[in-house]
Nanobody
Framework: QVQVVESGGGLVQAGGSLRLSCAASGCIFGINGMGWYRQAPGEQRELVAGITRDGNTNYADSVKGRFTISRDNTKNTVFLQMNSLKFEDTAVYSC?????????WGQGTQVTISS
């Protein structure tokens, strides 16, 4: 059974930074894609950033230049460095890990930006 565990959310002032971490375990054939989605109240879930096992990345336009996704394949861990945070970045951030054709999800971590 694949498990995905996130950490690092919290409350920060606008303009500040946060770093999210996510560790996946239990995929015996290795994790392929990993990344983050977010969902704000009343909004649809959106992809924030993703990274392949080879290190190819993609970002939502709204976070380009502010957020950086990185990955440690030896630990099946993905990181999301979030800088210059804005009020509109407030959301529940959920990590996914892609294993053998299935996306596995963490429980989500709340990120709240105060204006």
């Amino acid at each position: 059974q694949v498990q995905v565990v996130e950490s690092g959310g919290g409350l920060v002032q606008a303009g500040g930074s946060l770093r999210l971490s996510c560790a996946a375990s239990g995929c015996i054939f290795g994790i392929n894609g990993m990344g983050w989605y977010r969902q704000a109240p009343g909004e649809q879930r959106e992809l924030v950033a993703g990274i392949t096992r080879d290190g190819n990345t993609n970002y939502a336009d709204s976070v380009k230049g502010r957020f950086t996704i990185s990955r440690d394949n030896t630990k099946n861990t993905v990181f999301l460095q979030m800088n210059s945070l804005k009020f509109e970045d407030t959301a529940v951030y959920s990590c996914y890990a892609y294993c053998l054709g299935t996306n596995y999800w963490g429980q989500g971590t709340q990120v709240t930006i105060s204006s």
